[in-house]
C-alpha cells in the first residue's frame, strides 16, 4: 500500500476558486514538503512543515500539518492559471528523513 | 548559479546499451538523489548520496550504479538499457540530509526511451 497518500488525483478549478489538496501518511511523519511541477520540468519547492500544527504560506499558498492525523492540507487562495501545475508532497520519516517518500501527485488545471 | 544541471535533457537507447545521466550542482550540497518519475508511481528514490565516497541504494536501484568521487557530481549508470527504465530522471540535492534548511533542489529532469 502507498505510504503517502495525495487526493484529490486530479482537480478542475475556475479562476478565481479556492482548492484544497490532501496528502495523509500511514507512518509517523518526521518533515513533510510540498512540491510543485509544471508539465516536463523539474520540482520547484513550496515549503517545508515539521511541527504539529504548522503552518506557512508562499504567495496565495498555505499549508497546514495536522500531527494528529498525520495529514497535511495544501490549500489555495483565489486560484489563477499560474498554480497551474502537479502539486507533490513528499515525506521523511524518522530515521530515513533524508529518503524522500512521494505521493502520486495531483494534477491542478485552473480554467480562466 | 546553475542549481542542479542534468544532462542530457532528452535520450533514447537501444535495449542492451549502456549510458550515464550527468547530474552536477554548484551550491556544495552534501547530499545528492536519483529519482524516476513514471505515470500511476509518482517518484520512486533509485540511489542517494549523504557526502563524496557514500552511496546507498533507494527503493528501485536495480539495474543502476552510481559513484560520488566529488561533492558537486553524482552520475547516474544504467548498465544494459531495458523498456523498463523509460522514464524521466530527477536528480536533487539538499545542504544537508535532513533537507530542512531549504529544501531539496531539483534537476529540470532526463526523458530517457528505451526501446
Known amino acids: 500500500s502507498q505510504e503517502l497518500e495525495q487526493s484529490p488525483q486530479s482537480l478542475i478549478v475556475q479562476e478565481g476558486k479556492n482548492l484544497t489538496i490532501n496528502c495523509t501518511s500511514s507512518k509517523t511523519l518526521y518533515g513533510l514538503y510540498w512540491y510543485k511541477q509544471k508539465y516536463g520540468e523539474g520540482l520547484i519547492f513550496l515549503m517545508m512543515?515539521?511541527?504539529?500544527?504548522e503552518e506557512k504560506s508562499h504567495e496565495k499558498i498555505t499549508a497546514k500539518l495536522d500531527e494528529k492525523k498525520q495529514q497535511s492540507s495544501l490549500h489555495i487562495t483565489a486560484s489563477q492559471p499560474s498554480h497551474a501545475g502537479i502539486y507533490l508532497c513528499g515525506a521523511g520519516y524518522r530515521g530515513s528523513n533524508y529518503k524522500l517518500t512521494f505521493g502520486k501527485g495531483t494534477l491542478l488545471t485552473v480554467n480562466p | 548559479n546553475a542549481g542542479v544541471t542534468q544532462t542530457p535533457k532528452f535520450q533514447v537507447l537501444k535495449t542492451g546499451q549502456s549510458m550515464t545521466l550527468q547530474c552536477a550542482q554548484d551550491?556544495?550540497?552534501?547530499?545528492m538523489s536519483w529519482y524516476r518519475q513514471d505515470p500511476g508511481m509518482g517518484l520512486r528514490l533509485i540511489h542517494y548520496?549523504?557526502?563524496?565516497?557514500?552511496?546507498d541504494q533507494g527503493e528501485v536501484p536495480n539495474g543502476y550504479n552510481v559513484s560520488r568521487s566529488t561533492t558537486e557530481d553524482f552520475p547516474l549508470r544504467l548498465l544494459s538499457a531495458a523498456p523498463s527504465q523509460t522514464s524521466v530522471y530527477f536528480c536533487a540535492s539538499s545542504l544537508d540530509s535532513s533537507g530542512r534548511a531549504a529544501g531539496y533542489t531539483f534537476g529540470s529532469g532526463t526523458r530517457l526511451t528505451v526501446v
Open positions: 512543515l515539521q511541527k504539529g500544527g
Open positions: 548520496s549523504v557526502g563524496a565516497g557514500i552511496t
Open positions: 551550491m556544495n550540497h552534501e547530499y
